[in-house]
């Protein structure tokens, strides 16, 4: 199942968030470019003091623990129904209501 999810990631581009269970560390904002066999190509930067890094790497499928994606985000603090994107066919019971907003 994992190997058509990831077969999935590709096609589609997304970042992703893959755990890699034998080392213990998350690659965060990962773009899965291959998948064969078992070998899976992932790009991802890393960010130190003063330099941003690039790196391209291939994974054993087994290697991966887990992968997630962001499915959407809605900024902190405190914002008003209208600064906040929404359908215009969206069902009134689900439309943000004035109420549930600071």
Do not use: F
């Amino acid at each position: 199942m994992l190997h058509r999810k990831i077969y999935q990631l590709v096609r589609e581009g997304t970042e992703t968030w893959i755990y890699l269970r034998d080392q213990g560390r998350w690659l965060e904002r990962a773009r899965i470019l291959d998948i064969e066999g078992d070998l899976v190509t992932v790009h991802y930067q890393t960010e130190d003091e003063d330099e941003i890094c690039s790196w391209e790497e291939m994974i054993r499928l087994e290697s991966i623990g887990s992968v997630t994606r962001r499915l959407s985000s809605v900024p902190k603090g405190k914002t008003s129904p209208n600064d906040i994107l929404t359908s215009d066919d969206c069902p009134d019971a689900e439309k943000i209501q004035d109420r549930l907003i600071d």
